[in-house]
């Protein structure tokens, strides 16, 4: 059974860090891409970053460019979200997800997500000073 758990959330100032942490298993994490994602209240969600299983292709969002970085852990199952520079728009539930198809995961990741097919529960970050 595969299963996503995120961890990591929690409130921070503007200007402050965070690391989400996507803990994975039931699967083997390092043939399938990985991303991030994130949702607001009221809007849609939206993907964040992904990278691929070699860990050498990498995709962000231009929001958050330059003040996130994406990498992943193979050994440990995991893939993590360094978050600096937080802002106030920064806001959301974050998910992380992967796919059933190891060779299509990282373009339906850049893609937007939506075909996608194993989510994590999400963890709530939030910049408020």
């Known amino acids: 059974q595969v299963q996503l758990v995120e961890s990591g959330g929690g409130l921070v100032q503007p200007g402050g860090s965070l690391r989400l942490s996507c803990t994975t298993s039931?699967?083997?994490?390092?043939?399938?891409?990985i991303g991030w994602f994130r949702q607001a209240p009221g809007k849609e969600r939206e993907v964040i970053s992904c990278v691929g299983s070699s860990a050498e292709s990498t995709y962000y969002a231009d929001s958050v460019k330059g003040r996130f970085t994406i990498s992943r852990d193979n050994a440990k199952s995991a893939v993590y979200l360094q978050m600096n520079s937080l802002k106030p728009e920064d806001t959301a539930v974050y998910y992380c997800a992967t796919d059933g198809d190891f060779g299509a995961s990282y373009y339906r990741c850049i893609a937007g997500g939506k075909e996608l097919a194993y989510w994590g529960q999400g963890t709530q970050v939030t910049v408020s000073s």
């Open positions: 039931g699967f083997s994490m390092a043939y399938y891409a």
